[in-house]
């Protein structure tokens, strides 16, 4: 089989690159080695910062997210005894969106469907090979037969765990692992809140988030390898009323039934180069960010909106340049989110360290009363323009 550009990995990345590329004219195939029902329902990430909802809407997403997403000025920063609202379209102009990562597949999923897109599940065995001359990618398709696919540029959009990141000699890689976990919750009960709250507290830290108004989705941090079986629903509801500041000022968080549990270790991650001959890693392939902040899923969309563009300019305008600079372009954006969702990781964790609390609690009093610090959180949170 012979196409423009092989894309690894059918998550946001790869299947949001191949509606771009479409768009574009530019052909493309796509392999997942899991399958579509799998990938469709993985719980993940739930913000979409402004720039990415633009983009989204430009390339013809965005009626549901419209529709059924849900518009919010700010979030709240508390501590015991304090909540304070960090109104981003005040501050920045600039507003972020409530709407799950499931729904963002979803949608992409029926837009390529809608286009006839050549989507490969249920693959294994995926190799690359000749990335620096010819290159072609093989492997096994779901009824066990070996297949080819030769291509001008393959994109690896496979995740933290995937084949591409490998493929690329010699690359630089930058790492911290975090000594703590999030313990996420989904339960069908409507939000206590009507945006974001995230809490710095003694036992650690909190957030409360949400899916839908009959939805909320719910994170504790916890010590890493903990078993979400140890802990029975009460202790989770009791720990979230704790942290989260129940009965402080009149507040109360409505308990519901937990649907979805899971532990989440975190960590940062960069790998550079992003590119080598012609492969070109996007997303996760390429970088990890801790989860505070709502970053991943927004630089998966914002690689891909520069990856595609570079892609279109090299395949179908025969003009190198923006894929030459495509890495070092990707990587300031990267960068940035990699510092804004370490800032806020260590900001809002604690250690155990009360060296450390004073300073947490410093930098919180800090970023909440001064609205130089405010409108900093807020540009990195509602994020920046993607083309700059
Ligand atoms: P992925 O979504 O990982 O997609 C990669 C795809 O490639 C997968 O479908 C995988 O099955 C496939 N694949 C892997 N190997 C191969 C192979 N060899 N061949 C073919 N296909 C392959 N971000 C936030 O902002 N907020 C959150 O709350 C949040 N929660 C998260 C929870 C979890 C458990 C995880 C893992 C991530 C979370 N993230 C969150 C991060 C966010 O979901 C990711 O940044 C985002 O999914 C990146 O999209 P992607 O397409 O680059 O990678
Ligand atoms: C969610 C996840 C985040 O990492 C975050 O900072 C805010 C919200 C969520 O899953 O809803």
Redesign the pocket.
């Known amino acids: 089989m012979r196409t423009q550009v092989a894309i ?7 299947l949001l690159l191949s509606h771009l590329l479409a768009q574009g004219g530019v052909e493309s195939v796509v ?4 399958s579509e029902e799998y ?1 469709a329902a993985r719980i ?3 913000i979409l910062e402004h720039s990415s909802v633009e983009l989204l809407e430009a390339a013809g997403l965005g009626a549901r997210l419209r529709a059924e997403g849900d518009e919010h000025r700010g979030i709240y920063l508390q501590w015991p005894g304090e909540r304070h609202h960090l109104d981003f379209v005040n501050l920045t102009g600039r507003s972020v969106w409530v709407y799950g ?1 499931t729904e963002v597949q979803k949608d992409l999923i029926a837009a390529r469907r809608a286009a006839g897109q050549e989507i490969h599940y249920e ?1 294994s065995d ?1 190799g690359l090979h000749d990335i620096e001359g010819s290159p072609y990618v093989t492997y096994t398709d779901k009824n066990g037969q070996s297949a080819r696919i030769d291509a001008l540029a393959v994109a690896g ?3 933290s ?3 591409s990141r490998k493929a690329v000699p010699a690359a630089k890689t930058f790492e911290r692992v975090y000594p703590y976990s999030w313990f996420g919750i989904l339960a069908d009960v409507a939000p206590s809140t009507d945006e974001l709250i995230y809490a710095w507290h003694p036992d650690g830290f909190a957030l409360h988030s949400m899916r839908s108004a009959t939805v909320s989705r719910l994170y504790l941090q916890v010590p890493n390898g903990t078993d979400p079986q140890t802990w029975s629903d009460d202790q989770i509801w009791d720990a979230l009323a704790t942290r989260l500041g129940h009965g402080q000022n009149g507040w109360k968080l409505n308990p519901g039934p937990i649907t979805d549990k ?1 532990v ?1 270790p975190m960590r940062s991650y960069v790998q550079t180069p992003m590119r080598h001959g012609n492969l070109f890693l996007a ?3 390429a970088h990890i960010v801790p ?1 505070t902040g ?4 927004n630089l ?1 969309i914002a690689d891909v909106a520069l990856l595609s563009k570079a892609l279109v300019a090299r395949i179908a305008e025969k003009d190198d340049r923006p894929a030459d600079a495509y890495s070092e372009t990707a990587q300031r954006r990267v960068w940035r989110c990699t510092h804004f969702s370490w800032w806020m990781t260590t900001m809002l964790h604690t250690s155990g360290d009360p060296f450390d609390a004073e300073l947490q609690l410093s930098q919180l009093r800090w970023v909440a009363s001064s609205e130089a610090g405010a409108t900093g959180l807020a540009e990195n949170y509602a994020g920046l323009p993607i083309f700059i």
């Open positions: 690894i990995g059918a998550g946001p990345a790869g392999l997942e080695t899991r990938v993940r990430a739930g990562q693959v995926v959009c496979d995740g765990f995937g084949v899971s989440l997303g996760d392939a989860p709502a970053k991943g899923l998966a």
